[in-house]
């Protein structure tokens, strides 16, 4: 996969950074591209010569550098260079890019979207994968706010490799190692395989909470962000699907790159989500949709005037079910469960009456709202239970499994996800 793709390899100011050397070697073997830039850090200790010479190309290292078109580069990728800004061109050729070695500085301004230097601008320009090779000392890795940074990136769809422990250059012993340059270079090979795993297929998601209208200023709904949904729509955007998002109110920025059409309440989601299900390749319904809506709607405010209100309620339609019951040959739906007993029961019970292929499960305390989820992944034959992940974390596993479902597994990687603490298997037992 690496072959005549044009892989940036950026080198931050760390004792790892001789390591790079081996890595931009390493991506040539398999036939990549390899353009190198670097802070101004990292050529204390390793000179920007020698990366040229390794790479075969001049090496970005000033923001404010030459501005031709001086790079060997394939010739699909030529066309993309302009010639104007030599950060911006590089960040659009790019197929992917790794840094590796991978500092705190450079992760924290990562997070804050820094762009100080020719790496973090070339970093915020680019839209090519991003995988992100950790070393630095074991009290820095360990520290709160780099741990709260690398959650941040990795929600964000960075992926990591690495570190690994063993002995670093303080002295002490643990994690904090540059992960092996093996590691690094399949990880950017699984990076790229992802990229396109989902390209052809058009995926259609529905995202949100639906608010049902009391009267003209109330609704009733639930505490849904819609954050899973659309990491969902993201997760299969970078995949190279083309994505349809179906959206009630949520809670967060709607993502980039994708079709998305509104709604509030699930009537209207019905409407929307069955007349895109019929060419869609794969239908996930994460939306937290109501399951009744009050029989009649009041035209004016309803006032306090008795000590008790009765609402007459009316079941809304199962969204899911119809879209099971009209799935076509060749089509995968999915749909989430959200249980507080007998979860697992419940949800195969649930993926058999809607007709779906893949139930995701999970708990109001491990779901709504938050930037991390716990679910299950309901079959009718297997379940798998995920660890404790960002939600972008999730929608990918949940991405993994749909194309296995599909028997495209040669597409599309293992995503690697950390196994629970003894601290989090705890909280969760006492839920």
């Not at 890795?141 to 422990?165: E, H, I, K, M, Y």
Request: charge should be positive.
């Amino acid at each position: 996969m690496l072959r005549d793709r044009v892989v940036v390899v950026g080198v931050s100011g760390g004792i790892a950074a001789y390591r790079a050397c081996e890595l931009v070697r390493r991506l040539r073997d398999r036939g990549a591209t390899v353009v190198v830039a670097m802070t101004r850090a990292a050529g204390e200790f390793v000179t920007p010569l020698t990366f040229q010479a390794l790479s075969g190309n001049p090496v970005v290292s000033e923001l404010w550098g030459d501005q031709r078109p001086r790079f060997d580069l394939p010739l699909e990728s030529l066309g993309k260079v302009r010639g104007h800004v030599e950060h911006v061109d590089v960040a659009e050729v790019a197929d992917a890019v790794v840094l590796a070695p991978t500092t705190a500085d450079l992760m924290a301004r990562l997070v804050h979207g820094e762009a100080p230097d020719a790496l973090t601008s070339l970093v915020l320009a680019t839209t090519a994968p991003l995988v992100i090779a950790p070393a630095m000392d074991l009290n820095m890795w360990q520290a709160d706010a780099t741990q709260s940074n690398a959650r941040t990136l990795r929600a964000r769809g960075f992926r990591f490799v690495g570190p690994d422990s063993g002995p670093l250059a303080s002295g002490l012993a643990g994690p904090g190692r540059l992960a092996e340059v093996g590691a690094i270079v399949d990880e950017v090979d699984a990076a790229l395989r992802l990229r396109t795993s989902m390209k052809g297929m058009r995926v259609l998601i529905g995202a949100g909470r639906t608010e049902e209208p009391l009267d003209p200023v109330r609704v009733l709904t639930n505490r849904s962000s819609g954050r899973m949904g659309l990491a969902l729509a993201e997760a299969a955007r970078d995949r190279g699907a083309e994505v349809i998002v179906v959206t009630g109110p949520v809670s967060v920025d709607m993502p980039h790159g994708v079709s998305v059409v509104p709604v509030m309440t699930a009537l209207q989601m019905e409407r929307a989500m069955a007349g895109h299900a019929g060419k869609a390749t794969v239908v996930i319904m994460a939306a937290a949709v109501a399951d009744y809506r009050p029989a009649k709607l009041a035209t004016q405010k309803l006032k306090r005037d008795n000590a008790s209100l009765n609402v007459p309620l009316v079941a809304n339609p199962d969204i899911l079910a119809g879209l099971g019951a009209a799935k076509r040959k060749g089509q995968t739906v999915v749909g989430f469960a959200l249980e507080t007993q007998n979860g697992i029961a419940n949800a195969r019970k649930k993926l058999e009456a809607k007709n779906a292929d893949l139930i995701v499960l999970n708990t109001p305390e491990a779901g709504i709202g938050g930037g991390t989820n716990t679910v299950t992944l309901v079959e009718a034959r297997s379940t798998v239970e995920l660890p404790e992940s960002s939600k972008r974390e999730v929608a990918e596993r949940i991405l993994d499994r749909v194309l296995e479902l599909r028997g495209d597994t040669a597409k599309s990687p293992k995503l690697k996800l950390t196994k629970p603490t003894a601290a989090r298997r705890a909280a969760r037992k006492s839920r």
